[in-house]
């Protein structure tokens, strides 16, 4: 086999992310690499804590992206704010909050779990009773926007129940940043993370993450040091904090926080509310014609997520089929279920760039036509008419 | 202030990486983001890996990028090679020698130190003492090619050490890959890690990295859970696996890896020992001139890198000042000194696409005038004769 240069293939991608790349953001990842330590490259990530600030919604001075994908901001809060020992609340509504139990255990610490039904939001009258069952619990974790399953829970009223029991609060907002309200100082979240390849419609591989004057606290005075030497914020920190330091701890992904930085300039161009009102619109022109279709959501209509549409699929149709004709005839990625929804639900995502209206309409068109060719029992003709009422404004 | 789009300076780059990035990656990099289980991304991870075996020497299924720097990529072989109180051989000739003790330490295992001067290579008498004085020994860990101070130590011979003592060997081979001699299967490496950023010359972000069937043995035959989820090669495996199924596990970095497939083939394309030869060549020339100019090599001949040229600061020289003028009035990148070496040492870089005649010659005419300006004590007029009289062919 001989190896040539990869040309990948030009996709529209409307599934759990990566979304969509836009131009600008891909011509700023291949500007000329520089050093991690250079004056001019310190400027930059100046810019884009500065940014991020702003997409959090946060003043925290503790914001910055992990060098690495959302898993490993995930574990850059666990592994800090975790001693051995300690009790952790964990909601459980789809695959990320079990990985949260991963996380919490490999700490050495205790996970309490708190569990909903997939597809369902996570129940603050259970966290309080776990609250209210654990008080040696020191952490509240749970995830705002569950990528497995498109299910929103309420952020601000599990922050405000966190601190009412006297626990830190961390929240996986992987699909929500920049889609979805989200308001770090105003709603109390103590630790966050996020990734860059949903909302944001940056290239995968970095981590934003924030943290509370009172999450800093416990990292300084912890007792043991970080289990992880890479993602100890306490070291971190002397190369992305605010002394001007910029002391050599790794060496940073130079090319991807260009990309981060015009994405993130990008949303500060549309505003933030208005890329949260985008997402909504669009997701209620594609609800309206995947309902038309005759395909239902999975979440509750108040509780859904925008940008991630779990729905079911026709009887008897071979879903994997249908996602790979949607690969091979029109270049247009959506997404497959996941854990315990593999193989009974599709995730079309209308993250970022993806969200757009030529792509809902371009999504429900060639997604009819695959299934009536497949000779799926879906309601033909009246997808598009549907998605068309909603204002695209 | 408000914050535009940032367009990086224009710089040669010869630090301790990153080293220059060539269009051709940079142009590999920008191509349009996929989703990470696109059956196109699939293959291109199988060239990926094809080709991070040759540039390994090694025939290791396990050998893929760990999506983060290689600092966790050290991670990587640490937390999963190691469970509590486990005793581990670390040699220390330099900064990464004390990186790997703080990992070590982190796994909850103990370090056994063995001590060089820095800027000495790692003595295989005092490794061969170690050894034997501590037959619980599990690992024998060592940098190959130590950046912080352009040492290279005797990695077949040590490696052949720690099987004789039943010992797995973890390398450090973040500088040396694709620029020094390396041969993971005929020098019996169990573990290696490295950095894109430097002989490769990809973009920072990833860690290639290789475990022998003796090191995947023992992560298989755990008792514990590797401490880090989103480093346990026994998950990671299920997406870089030979079996394949690719199952998700974390989002990787498409496009890095792009980049990294572009600079994998332009290295094949050059031949692994040309490239080998390249290195070589031009850090004879360059030590010719830096020599010729007065300067001094802190490593002895024998063990110098030559990708890597730690040399000492003429007497009474503003050494900060020195790389400031460089980078400001010939956008040259020289690097510091590091840990106990900062301050005395400049450090320059001769990596990948950085290693060209003509870089050279760039640096020694514009370290020479920046000197002379400033009134220090070398010889001036002599450097690039010195450099020329070795053949660039």
Known sequence: MTITTFNPPVRTLMGPGPSDVHPRILSALARPTIGHLDPSFGRMMDEVKTMLQYAFQTKNELTFPVSAPGSAGMETCFANLLEPGDTVIVCQNGVFGMRMQENVERCGAKAIIVKDDWGKPVD????????????????????????????????????????????????????????????????????????????????????????????????????????????????????????????????????????????????????????????????????????????????????????????????????????????????LEIGAGLGSLAGKVWRIGLMGQSATPSNVMFCLSALESVLSDMGADINSGVALPAAQKHSFS
């Not at 601000?156 to 966190?162: H, V």
């Not at 790794?250 to 981060?260: D, E, F, K, M």
């Open 124 to 331: 603050p009258k259970k966290v309080e009773e776990a609250l209210k069952a654990n008080p040696e619990a020191s952490l509240l974790a749970f995830v705002h926007a569950e990528t497995s399953t498109g299910a929103l829970s309420d952020a601000k009223t599990l922050c405000a129940l966190a601190r009412q029991y006297d626990c830190l609060s961390l929240v996986d907002a992987v699909t929500s940043l920049g889609g979805s309200e989200l308001r770090v100082d105003d709603w109390g979240i103590d630790a966050i993370y996020s990734g860059t390849q949903k909302c944001l419609s940056c290239v995968p591989g970095l981590s934003p993450v924030s943290f509370s004057e009172r999450a800093q606290q416990r990292i300084k005075q912890r007792k043991q040091k970080v289990q992880s030497w890479f993602l100890d914020l306490n070291l971190v920190m002397g190369y992305w904090g605010s002394d001007g330091g910029r002391s050599y701890h790794h060496t940073a992904p130079v090319n991807s926080l260009y990309a981060l930085h015009e994405s993130l300039l990008m949303l500060q161009e549309e505003g933030l509310e208005n890329s949260w009102k985008r997402h909504s619109d669009l997701h209620n022109a594609l609800k309206a014609g995947l309902e038309a279709m005759g395909l239902s959501f999975i979440v509750p209509e108040e509780s859904r997520l925008p940008q991630l549409n779990a729905v079911t699929i026709p009887q008897g149709v071979d879903e994997a089929l249908v996602r790979k004709r949607l690969l091979e005839e029109y270049s």
